[in-house]
Nanobody
Framework: QVQLVESGGDLVQPGGSLRLSCAAS????????MGWHRQAPGKQRELVAF???????NYADSVKGRFTISRDNAKNTIYLQMNSLKPEDTAVYYC??????????????WGQGTQITVSA
């Protein structure tokens, strides 16, 4: 099976910075699109950013100019650099990916989530 493991969640003050990592492991032939979603208490899960295999990045309007997604294909890992953090960024952040393997074909996978809390 494929596993996605997030790391980097923490408590940070407004205006601070944080970097999240998500590493994929297991039966991987090719990783297609990979990205981050978040879910705040009482709200629906929303897309934050995603990046294609070729490195094309897309962002939610609420994080444009503050967050940067990147990808290291050799390590099967993506990162989310989060700058100028605001209290409204507080949420559980989830990594997700579409991954092809010869055993199971193309499937969508989700990580367990990591908590980001932005508070003074």
């Amino acid at each position: 099976q494929v596993q996605l493991v997030e790391s980097g969640g923490d408590l940070v003050q407004p205006g601070g910075s944080l970097r999240l990592s998500c590493a994929a492991s297991g039966s991987i032939f090719r990783i297609n699109a990979m990205g981050w979603h978040r879910q705040a208490p009482g709200k629906q899960r929303e897309l934050v950013a995603f990046i294609t295999e070729g490195g094309s990045a897309n962002y939610a309007d609420s994080v444009k100019g503050r967050f940067t997604i990147s990808r290291d294909n050799a390590k099967n890992t993506i990162y989310l650099q989060m700058n100028s953090l605001k209290p409204e960024d507080t949420a559980v952040y989830y990594c997700n990916a579409y991954i092809f393997s010869t055993r199971w074909g193309t499937r969508e996978y989700w990580g367990q989530g990591t908590q980001i809390t932005v508070s003074a």
